[in-house]
């Protein structure tokens, strides 16, 4: 019967926020990332379906990012975060972002055939992934991919953590090289997809 599928499908339920064990060890390791995160010249943060579970963390990762100023790709759920015209979200391009990144933050990211099991990711860069799901910050490691450092902790802690101990990163010609990029493959996809009014097939 339906009612054995879908009852209470409507019924309102709270949500349960899952913390690690000892939040402090793991902003230890967000405070690591913020002066490794100084040295590199090409870094890019790729935000996934569990970056945000509530509407405080998307606060908390569009101000922080707002601070950091590192260009952002988006997948998953996590589309639609930044608006439409954001200046640090790249829109298209990840792919060859992800093979010339020096430094790669995966924030609620499965690293499965979306991502081609790692393959995607530069072996040359400094990778940091944060999941609040721990066997997920090593999903297919040690395959086609290594992570440098994994935190399991939801990403918007450290973020904010990152925004505040960071003072400069000197990625703007990277952000320049990635937007110009961007808006050249979405220049293509219009014009593919345009259908002129005089077509009469």
């Known amino acids: 019967k339906l009612c054995w599928i879908f009852g209470n499908a409507f019924v309102e339920k709270p949500i349960i926020k899952l913390l690690p064990p000892n939040t402090s060890s793991y902003i230890r390791q967000a405070f690591k990332v913020s002066k490794m995160l100084s040295r590199y010249k090409q870094p890019i943060i790729v935000l996934g379906s569990q970056s945000i579970q509530t509407k405080e963390q998307a606060e908390i990762i569009i101000t922080a990012l707002n601070k950091l100023q590192i260009p952002v790709f988006l997948s998953g ?91 400069q990163i000197n990625c703007a010609e990277w952000l320049k090289q990635l937007q110009k990029t961007s808006k050249e493959m979405s220049d293509t996809i219009m014009l593919k997809a345009y259908v002129s009014p005089n077509r009469k097939d």
């Not at 499965?112 to 999903?139: E, W």
């Not at 802690?157 to 925004?163: N, R, W």
């Open 77 to 167: 759920m996590a589309r639609g975060l930044l608006g439409t015209d954001h200046p640090f979200h790249i829109q298209q391009g990840k792919s060859n972002a992800l093979k010339t990144a020096d430094f790669i933050m995966l924030c609620g990211v499965e690293i499965d055939f979306r991502m081609d099991y790692g393959k995607k990711l530069s072996k040359k860069a400094t990778i940091v992934v944060v999941h609040p799901v721990p066997a997920l910050t090593k999903q297919n490691a040690d395959i086609f991919w290594r992570p440098t450092l994994r935190i399991h902790i939801e990403p918007s802690t450290v973020l904010k953590k990152l925004s505040e101990e960071v003072t």
